[in-house]
């Protein structure tokens, strides 16, 4: 037979995960702070603990997915004698430092600790697009693989605990600065009355023709040297300085835009003009 699992936290995700346990035959107790929301979990076959104790002794694995990182403190250290010697899987999305926070946390009570992230919406759970995150301590993760393999694609990030949630914040800044694109985009078009899904279908267009262009600023990263003759910052101060004008000549903010430049200029007034312009990546580490 296959273990016993806990799931707290039973909002549009942690159901998700619930129901995809209990369908991959895991026996499971569920809590929720509104009770009712575990109905449809009992009717499936799961226990429903009335309180987070019970829950947390009932499961060898113990996973969390509740709102933030403080609702997830408020509950779990009262019960940390309960959790001693099991696996918390906590799939609350937390910022790096408050991950490993939990994981010293959980250290020091003797619990074997894994951080998650979670790449997918509630109803890809459980299929290959789920993909699922996860760093701290290797060996709860070898423990309770078979069971994260039911969510979805699982992926050790690292020792570190704060990993995967970092990895989890870049590539959410990478969607959100790609996503202003688009808005950027639609907000200039529609000065000349272009509908915003017919811009939105041009940049999905123009966006997916330059993606491989990450991979070659990856590698002038990588390289170091910033001299591979490629785009240079002047060479993007100059279009960056036409983007801001076309913006503002159509009554269009640039301050998205604007960011950009501010970049540009500090690496020029370093001496970095001629520099191929990722070396932008510079500008963003803060002097500790
Ligand atoms: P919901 O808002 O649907 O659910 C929130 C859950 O947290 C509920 O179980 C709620 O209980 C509980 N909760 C909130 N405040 C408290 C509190 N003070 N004490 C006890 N329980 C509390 O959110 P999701 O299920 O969507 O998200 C859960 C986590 O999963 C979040 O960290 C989210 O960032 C993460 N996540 C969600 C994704 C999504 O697409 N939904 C994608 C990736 C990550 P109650 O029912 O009683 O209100």
Redo the contacts with the bound molecule.
């Keep these: 037979p296959k273990g016993s699992l806990t799931v707290l936290?039973?909002?549009?995700?942690?159901?998700a995960i619930a129901h995809r346990l209990r369908g991959a035959g895991y026996a499971l107790t569920v809590w929720?702070?509104?009770a009712a929301?575990a109905e449809p979990h009992t009717a499936a076959g799961a226990q429903a603990a009335p309180t987070v104790a019970a829950a947390a002794a009932a499961g060898d694995v113990v996973f969390v997915?509740?709102?933030?990182h403080?609702?997830v403190r408020?509950?779990l250290e009262p019960v940390a004698a309960e959790l001693k010697g099991k696996v918390v899987v906590n799939?609350?999305?937390?910022t790096p430092n408050q991950s490993r926070a939990t994981a010293a946390w959980a250290a020091e009570y003797g619990i074997a600790y894994l951080d998650g992230?979670?790449?997918?919406?509630?109803d890809m759970i459980g299929t290959p697009d789920a993909r699922l995150l996860y760093a701290g301590d290797e060996s709860a993760y070898a423990i309770a693989r078979p069971a994260l393999e039911a969510l979805g694609a699982a992926e050790f990030a690292g020792a570190d605990p704060g990993v995967a949630s970092l990895k989890d914040m870049a590539l959410l800044s990478a969607m959100d600065l790609m996503l202003l694109g688009y808005v950027q985009a639609i907000a200039m078009m529609r000065t000349v009355g272009t509908t915003a899904a017919d811009t939105a279908g041009e940049v999905e267009m123009w966006l997916a023709a330059m993606l491989p262009y990450g991979r070659e600023i990856a590698a002038i990263v990588d390289g170091g040297t910033y001299d591979t003759g490629g785009q240079s910052v002047d060479f993007d101060r100059a279009g960056i300085a036409s983007l801001i004008t076309a913006s503002r000549e159509q009554g269009v903010s640039a301050r998205f835009l604007e960011a950009h430049r501010v970049l540009l200029d500090e690496l020029a007034a370093s001496g970095h003009g001629a520099s191929d312009w990722p070396r932008i990546i510079d500008r963003l580490t803060i002097p500790s």
């Design positions: 936290g039973l909002g549009a995700m942690g159901s929720n702070r509104t929301k997915v509740l709102l933030d403080a609702t408020e509950h799939l609350t999305t937390t992230a979670i790449m997918a919406v509630p």
